[in-house]
Nanobody, 125 residues
Framework: QVQLVESGGGLVQAGGSLTLSCAASGRTFSNYAMGWFRQAPGKERESVAIISWSGGSTYYEDSVKGRFTISRDNAKNTVYLQMNSLKPEDTAVYYC??????????????????WGQGTQVTVSS
């Protein structure tokens, strides 16, 4: 089992930037794909960005392409989400999660078995 702790959320004006961090502990971080997900009030949890275990491939949800960047530092057991040009519709609780299986990458939330507690991102207009 892996423990995940997110940080970096907050309140920002539209057009601003935030960087989320997720620190992992408890198992070999570098063997697992990692993802960022978000859930807005009244909506289902959705995948925002996924990065493979090696960092060699990434996935982005259409609405964040060109604005968000996911990265990982396996030496620090940390995954990041750089968010630029934020919009009010990006407002949500953001969660990081680790894939259930080592050396596999997929994008659906059901494929991820360890979740952080979430961090609130609020974008004002």
């Amino acid at each position: 089992q892996v423990q995940l702790v997110e940080s970096g959320g907050g309140l920002v004006q539209a057009g601003g930037s935030l960087t989320l961090s997720c620190a992992a502990s408890g198992r070999t971080f570098s063997n697992y794909a990692m993802g960022w997900f978000r859930q807005a009030p009244g909506k289902e949890r959705e995948s925002v960005a996924i990065i493979s275990w090696s960092g060699g491939s990434t996935y982005y949800e259409d609405s964040v392409k060109g604005r968000f960047t996911i990265s990982r530092d396996n030496a620090k057991n940390t995954v990041y989400l750089q968010m630029n040009s934020l919009k009010p519709e990006d407002t949500a609780v953001y969660y990081c999660a680790a894939h259930r299986s080592s050396y596999r990458t997929s994008v659906g939330p059901a494929e991820f078995g360890s979740w952080g507690q979430g961090t609130q991102v609020t974008v004002s207009s």
